[in-house]
């Protein structure tokens, strides 16, 4: 149905910045909201970032002021600019997508480590 790939995952210096990106392929007609969810070792998986068809987007308080998520509708990608990266950061991220009936998938994940 929908396939999301995920990339730009890696090691990093605390301070630093990474850009993630997520490209959906498939069935990939009615997808509205797209984003990104994270998983820290021994904790439950969080909400990071989430962006519409329309351009509204919604962050985590933790992140607000230092990630900004973006989208290209043609490309059916979204993208996740990670700056003034922290330890706390370092998770498995994973990108979402949501149709408008309410179907959401999953990419298998990418992983960013935050070295301090």
């Known amino acids: 149905q929908v396939q999301l790939v995920e990339s730009g995952g890696g090691l990093v210096q605390a301070g630093g910045s990474l850009r993630l990106s997520c490209a959906a392929s498939?069935?990939?007609?009615?997808?509205?909201?797209m984003g990104w969810y994270r998983q820290a070792p021994g904790k439950q998986r969080e909400l990071v970032a989430t962006?519409?068809?329309?351009?509204?987007?919604n962050y985590a308080d933790s992140v607000k002021g230092r990630f900004t998520i973006s989208r290209d509708n043609a490309k059916n990608t979204v993208y996740l600019q990670m700056n003034s990266l922290k330890s706390e950061d370092t998770a498995v991220y994973y990108c979402?997508?949501?149709?408008?009936?309410?179907?959401?998938?999953w990419g298998k994940g990418t992983l960013v480590t935050v070295s301090s």
């Open positions: 498939g069935m990939v007609s009615n997808i509205n909201a």
């Open positions: 979402n997508a949501e149709k408008y009936s309410g179907i959401r998938y």
């Open positions: 962006i519409t068809s329309g351009g509204s987007t």
